[in-house]
């Protein structure tokens, strides 16, 4: 599979600030090939697009980047997209058009997507606007599953880098979910579904990072997309796109989500499916990952560690990252990207902890 991501990577889609502009080139491009509509409009009157691929009876919805700073997905739609049209590609890779009629919506946020923020331009978490739909992006998403009717829905997401694989010191890399649908978490039967597929991708990236891939709680959130469509009988599955070792743009990380998602679409196609009890062995996230940590500091005469986390905002055009110390103390437990050791550097205060962002280039 890996060669199959390397021949059909969308190149023009690099990196982890991604917006409609980049986008519609590759829109018109596989106009010929897709069917293509801009289906509604974002709050600043942004265009939003579905496209349909494949005629089979079984529907599957998938949306992108409702969380606007989260790209990875979207690089891995317009991935599938050049997958699906290259002659080259394997037989039972292209039946998945035959037996499947697949809705995307890239980037269902294209405002927060711009300005490169998490909620939309009323600054509401679409993710938290299931029921009270007062966003039109949320009116959208739901009269596209009213009118359409899926058998399956993939909610696609990235988390942030401070998530790791239970305690353990590793990053979680993919995360999956099938979310609950009532506090009880009563396994349904579109959860138990979702809970198969989900068994079925966790196996096959698995074998690539064992030690990365995890999945949420399934704590129930009334106001979540995903928990909700669950719960009108709409199997749906959460993917999050997390950090990798040194994969600060999410590309190395963007491979193991095409499998993640191809393997998924194969596994509804062929109607074969792992056992849940995969499921339920998936290690929980937890968040015991930072991205640098500064061993050896003298703060006020105790040896203590600074983790710092990376903050970013666009600044003249550009995604730039800003260090921020996060935690202060005995960091022994935690993962991190970067370790680096201040030799003893000494600290009077914590005022003076700015001179530490020396260290980080
Ligand atoms: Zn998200």
Redesign the pocket.
Known sequence: MKKLFQNNKELSLIGKWIHCENIKPLLLLHDKSYQINQIGKSFLNKPIYHIILGNGPIKILIWTQM?GN?ATATKVVFDLLNVFKNPNSPQKVKAILKFCTIKIIPILNPDGALAYTRVNAQQIDL?RDATTLMAPESKLLRHTLNEFQPDFCFNL??QRNIYSVAQTKEPASISFLSPATEPSRKLTAERLKSMAIISSMFQAVKSDIPKNVSRYNDEFYPNATGDNFQKDGFCTILIEAGHFKDDYNREKVRYYYFKSLLTGLLSISTNTFATIDIYKDIPENDTNYLDIIINNVLLDSKNVSIGILYIEELKDNQLIRIPTIEKIGDLSTYGANTFIDAKNIVIDSENNLNSLFKFIN
């Open positions: 969380h989260e993710n997401h990235d």
